[in-house]
């Protein structure tokens, strides 16, 4: 073989490989999240009111995962619980052009202010978790049925404490509406028993050290306290070590909501009575697959999508993991 033909020979393969790589490339499927005529995907915010707690870790992350498995590229941003940093988070995400935001406020009426510059901007906010308190401005809130949640957990709490006894209560943020249905839900139970005497009712950010400190506190005042309801999982646990400290673990009946991972151990182990399961993985996929949804020009969609609570106790704790029902996934 002459080397011109040889030369030939090479540039003919050489033509060929090329073709079949381009070919290769354009057989890819295009993610849902792209957009059209567009190499780069869509990007998704996820704004959660903090991760100091491993529930909005597990809200977040299933939120961006969601998103992620839905085609879009998607960021965590912490507010860290403070306002001033929601609101520049959204000044970012508007001024970085994505495409729509799951959010977790840091507070109920401080928050629409945020949600609307979003919505003038033309970039849709889906709600988790926690609520705003308008129907105009989120595109959705998906959002637990916390008020009844917590009429389980009173329910189960006069069968384990009694109809007679003090006892006190942990609150949570207080601009977060959560706080109040919680405890709403709660007494609208337990106050129909007259001798079951709420002695101290204190907040505690939902914040697990300050529980601590709070439940101490509690103690020293209140040493003959049967039974302790949190209002989340964070706060039973910060009672739980002052309860332990105190020598008085094994007297006091501890009531949380939330359903995290420890304490649905703690069940199982007789450290905490029972706690409400609320599904953070079940609300940030459904908040990614609405936007998804609203993305690809389904604007029909409920403004408030209601997700129910389970109660979880030493009876049917083990039947629960991993931030929701065992074995679910």
Same mark, same amino acid.
């Given at each position: 073989?002459?080397?011109?033909?040889?030369?030939?020979?090479?540039?003919?393969?050489?033509?060929c490989?090329?073709?079949?790589?381009?070919?290769?490339?354009?057989? *890819?499927?295009?993610p %849902? $999240?792209?957009? #059209?005529g /567009?190499?780069?995907?869509k990007?998704?915010a996820?704004?959660?009111?903090?991760?100091n707690?491993?529930?909005?870790?597990v809200?977040?992350?299933?939120a961006?995962?969601?998103?992620?498995?839905?085609?879009?590229?998607?960021?965590?941003?912490?507010?860290?619980n403070?306002?001033?940093?929601?609101?520049?988070?959204f000044?970012?995400v508007?001024?970085s052009?994505?495409?729509?935001?799951?959010?977790?406020?840091?507070?109920?009426?401080?928050s629409?202010?945020?949600?609307?510059?979003?919505?003038e901007?033309?970039?849709?906010?889906?709600?988790?978790d926690?609520?705003?308190?308008?129907?105009?401005?989120?595109?959705?809130?998906?959002?637990?049925?916390?008020?009844?949640g917590?009429?389980?957990?009173g329910?189960h709490?006069?069968? *384990?404490?009694?109809? %007679? $006894?003090?006892? #006190?209560? /942990?609150?949570?943020l207080?601009?977060?509406?959560?706080t109040?249905?919680r405890?709403?839900?709660?007494?609208s139970?337990?106050?129909?028993?007259?001798?079951?005497?709420?002695?101290?009712q204190?907040?505690?950010?939902?914040d697990?050290?300050?529980?601590?400190?709070?439940?101490?506190?509690?103690?020293?005042?209140?040493?003959?306290?049967?039974?302790?309801f949190?209002?989340?999982?964070?706060?039973?646990?910060?009672?739980?070590?002052?309860?332990?400290?105190?020598?008085?673990?094994?007297?006091?009946?501890?009531?949380?909501?939330d359903?995290?991972?420890?304490?649905?151990?703690?069940?199982?182990?007789?450290?905490?009575?029972a706690t409400?399961m609320?599904?953070?993985?079940?609300?940030?996929?459904?908040?990614?697959?609405?936007a998804?949804?609203?993305?690809?020009g389904?604007h029909?969609l409920?403004?408030?999508?209601?997700?129910?609570?389970?109660?979880?106790?030493?009876?049917?704790?083990?039947?629960?993991?991993?931030?929701?029902?065992?074995?679910?996934?």
């Amino acid at each position: 073989m002459s080397s011109c033909n040889q030369s030939k020979r090479l540039a003919t393969l050489f033509v060929c490989a090329l073709a079949l790589v381009i070919s290769g490339c354009r057989s *890819e499927t295009k993610p %849902s $999240g792209s957009s #059209a005529g /567009l190499d780069e995907p869509k990007r998704v915010a996820v704004i959660v009111s903090t991760l100091n707690n491993p529930w909005f870790v597990v809200l977040a992350e299933s939120a961006r995962d969601s998103a992620i498995e839905l085609g879009y590229d998607a960021v965590i941003f912490d507010s860290q619980n403070d306002p001033s940093k929601e609101t520049a988070h959204f000044d970012n995400v508007i001024a970085s052009g994505y495409s729509a935001v799951l959010f977790n406020p840091t507070d109920a009426d401080g928050s629409i202010a945020n949600v609307r510059r979003a919505k003038e901007a033309d970039l849709p906010v889906f709600c988790m978790d926690r609520e705003i308190n308008t129907t105009d401005a989120a595109v959705s809130q998906i959002l637990s049925d916390n008020y009844s949640g917590c009429v389980a957990i009173g329910q189960h709490f006069v069968k *384990e404490v009694g109809e %007679s $006894g003090n006892y #006190a209560e /942990l609150l949570g943020l207080v601009g977060d509406n959560n706080t109040p249905n919680r405890s709403d839900g709660f007494h609208s139970v337990v106050d129909r028993y007259p001798d079951l005497k709420m002695v101290a009712q204190q907040s505690a950010d939902f914040d697990r050290a300050k529980a601590l400190e709070v439940m101490e506190a509690i103690l020293q005042a209140n040493p003959d306290i049967k039974a302790v309801f949190c209002g989340n999982d964070a706060m039973a646990m910060g009672a739980y070590q002052a309860l332990l400290a105190a020598g008085k673990a094994e007297q006091v009946k501890i009531f949380g909501f939330d359903g995290a991972d420890d304490v649905v151990a703690m069940i199982q182990e007789g450290k905490i009575v029972a706690t409400g399961m609320q599904f953070p993985k079940l609300m940030a996929k459904t908040a990614a697959e609405y936007a998804d949804k609203y993305l690809n020009g389904d604007h029909d969609l409920s403004q408030k999508v209601p997700v129910a609570v389970e109660l979880v106790h030493q009876g049917n704790a083990s039947k629960y993991g991993d931030f929701g029902q065992a074995g679910s996934e």
